[in-house]
């Protein structure tokens, strides 16, 4: 599943390749996706990510929204042919831009809202202090605290596991155990594993690409996620993996208390 760091790749790539481009058409090849209508002949003015979701500001003040889930992902091309797995396709003045998705979960939809700011994004002015205060008692464990996106936006369970590994936390600890010191070096990994993996352009273990059909890099930089047996970078420990919410959870039991 594309996490902060894919859609920020994607929203990066479009970016230089979209803004102040016209709107030539748009196809929706799955019913399953509500048409998106009436965007012809307007012009596209921004892209930004909030979470795990793509915004295409457009220049009458509407915003084409874009959530990937389980297998989306977005290809520029300015060949004619239609990838397998194409869903919608944005035909712009220099090319298009395919949303591809196997599993058919991703959407797509046209809103007149203006995009709404909370204190959930790790990058923006997030504040620690006031972030412990809402959540520092809870007895929730904290890779799910970690994973809710009603608390911090865009982490996955890849990034999870990776930042507990990095903070020397166990992923099963509760959030209320966590000290002062625990709750700053997790800000801190939190920040360097989500900014390392968007530099890298993402993580490519099954269907991720880029914007160009690229694989990612960080996969070349985990240090637990999917390596199971292995060892631990940090100790030698064989890395363990556990069913936690449902998800497999990858920690060190030496490393992380």
């Known amino acids: 599943m594309p996490e902060l760091p894919e ?8 970016k230089k390749k979209i803004c102040g481009r016209e709107v030539l058409n748009n196809e929706v090849f799955d019913k399953k996706l509500v048409p998106v209508n009436r965007i012809r002949d307007s012009k596209v003015v921004d892209v930004s990510r909030r979470g795990k979701t793509i915004a ?15 297998t989306g992902r977005l ?16 035909s712009l003045d220099n090319g298009e831009v395919f949303l591809i998705d196997p599993r058919r979960f991703a959407t797509v939809k046209v809103s007149k809202e203006p995009e709404s700011r909370n204190n959930r994004e790790i990058f923006d002015d ?29 982490i996955g369970n890849i990034y999870a596991c990776e930042i507990l590994h990095r903070s020397g936390i166990h992923p099963a600890r509760e959030a ?49 996620y999917g390596k199971a047996d292995s060892a631990c970078p940090f100790c030698g420990e064989p890395i363990r993996r556990v069913k936690q919410a449902g998800r497999g959870t990858y920690f060190c039991r030496i490393c992380q208390k």
Not at 59 to 66: F, H, L, N, S, Y
Not at 198 to 209: L, N
């Open 75 to 90: 290809l520029w091309q300015t060949a004619c042919d239609v990838p397998k797995y194409a869903r919608w396709r944005l």
């Open 176 to 224: 209320a155990s966590l000290s002062k010191a625990d709750w700053k070096r997790l800000l801190h990994q939190t920040r360097a594993v989500l900014g390392k993996a968007i530099k890298k352009r993402g993580t490519s273990i099954s269907d991720w690409r880029d914007l160009y059909g690229r694989k990612g890099e960080n996969q070349n930089e985990l240090t637990c």
């Open 126 to 154: 997030f504040n620690l202090r006031m972030f412990v205060e809402l959540h520092g008692q809870r007895r929730t464990k904290i890779k799910s605290l970690l994973m809710d996106q009603n608390v911090i936006n865009g």
């Open 56 to 70: 295409i500001g457009l220049d009458d003040g509407r915003t084409i929204i874009i959530h990937l889930r389980m």
């Open 7 to 14: 859609v920020e790749t994607l929203c990066r790539q479009l």
